[in-house]
């Protein structure tokens, strides 16, 4: 029977005494590659900005012969592995338990294969989020954390080549030869976010139809730290339609740690593996960022993406060094190459600017009091108040 149990920091300052660690999961560095998409849909929520980036779309095909292709460009997140090992260990650190931290970058294993020369970080499991195609119209992120290290290469090539011809057949192979694989652990990440825009109904459709055929294989589904509270709540009753443990998971990609994490009494994170595989036993512990509104958070996390960081190192400093574009030749380049002079089209800069103005001042604070879920804090995820 799954043992699922969630509490959140707000409420209990002291949730986390009694137990030795606490284990982050499933958060970005910039060896990540997420799509543009965000400017186009900031463009569809703030009609100020689609003007803008109309103007920008239009100018960019006209003078540098570059026709803006979202879908084909992409940004990284501004933490090195380091940063980003850093801050989500301090966190768990503040807590007074021991960091285990799980970075699990899209379809890669750069981040801690990197940090792994690092004396402080070298026992860092090395982990991905899988991209893995469904059902010919739907992807599902799977979080595969600790792959045994003289395997880790030889599962990416297996896992790029299913992702490169896909069959439901052979991605019920794969999860069963990952679960036989003793100390990994296999997560469902935000499974009922319709990430693709295939329609909910549809999506849940597939979610179900997925976990009839693998849930075996899967030995947990996400609590997802940047996802609203109604999904979570949703979540929580799928996790308990299947029978399966509900798993912290932060999803950050900016610069604010993990919205929760797990507490265990596991001293590595093979033996935290072990008590969600073996004794099937989960502690979720929501951190006082979550409680925050959801969708100033999300403001503030698209933020985080274009901000600039002059400490960082070069090539995570400014946003345009993170964000990639083909130029006329189809050739990936970071955008800071792409400017003529090194700047940014007056149209884009202003696109941006309107973005940062959200966050700033009174802007931000009456935007954070208009999206208040102070009725969500009441509900959480289903608990009783304390």
């Known amino acids: 029977m799954a043992n699922s149990t969630i509490s959140y920091l707000w409420r209990d300052r002291r949730a986390a005494q009694g137990f030795r660690s606490g284990v982050s999961l499933h958060s970005h560095t910039n060896q990540s590659q997420e799509t543009l998409d965000f400017l186009a849909n900031f463009g569809n929520q703030f009609p100020l900005i689609r003007p803008l980036l109309e103007r920008l779309e239009r100018r960019s095909e006209a003078r540098f012969g570059v026709r803006l292709n979202y879908a084909a460009s992409y940004w990284t997140p501004p933490m090195t592995p380091k940063l980003a090992f850093d801050l989500e260990s301090g966190q768990i650190e503040k807590l007074g338990l021991a960091p285990l931290v799980s970075l699990s970058d899209h379809d890669n294993i750069n981040a801690p294969m990197l940090l792994r020369t690092v004396p402080s970080a070298r026992h860092i499991p090395v982990s991905v989020e899988w991209s893995a195609p469904y059902g010919g119209i739907q992807s599902f992120h799977l979080g595969i954390h600790n792959l045994p290290s003289e395997k880790a ?50 999506h849940e459709f597939l979610v179900n139809e997925f976990l009839q055929k693998n849930g075996a294989h899967i030995h947990a589904l996400e609590l997802n730290g940047l996802r609203n509270w109604d999904e979570n709540r949703r979540v929580r009753r799928l996790a308990e339609q299947w029978n399966m443990l509900l798993i912290s998971g932060g999803d950050r990609h900016g610069v604010e740690p993990n919205a929760n994490i797990n507490l265990t009494n596991a ?31 999300l403001l503030q ?10 400490d960082f190192p070069q090539g995570s400093r ?59 804090l009441r509900a959480a995820l289903g608990e009783q108040e304390a």
Do not use: C
């Open 153 to 202: 290469v030889g599962w990416m090539l297996a896992l790029e080549d299913y992702t490169a011809n896909p069959s439901d057949k052979r991605l019920t192979e794969i999860l069963v030869a990952l679960n036989d694989e003793p100390n990994v652990l296999v997560v469902f990440n935000h499974p009922l976010w319709d990430l693709y825009l295939i329609g909910q109904q549809k």
């Open 318 to 376: 400014t946003w345009d060094e993170r964000a990639y574009h083909p130029d006329a030749n189809g050739v990936i380049r970071p955008l800071s190459e792409l400017w003529p002079g090194q700047r940014a089209p007056r149209a884009f800069a202003w696109a941006l600017g309107l973005v940062q103005l959200l966050g700033k001042g009174v802007v931000s604070s009456s935007l954070r009091l208009a999206w208040s879920d102070a009725h969500q």
């Open 267 to 297: 001293t590595t994170f093979t033996e935290f593996v072990h008590e969600i595989r073996r004794e099937r036993k989960s502690r979720v512990l929501f951190m006082p960022q979550y409680a925050e509104p959801w969708k100033h958070r």
């Open 301 to 310: 996390s698209t933020l985080d993406a274009i901000r600039e960081y002059p």
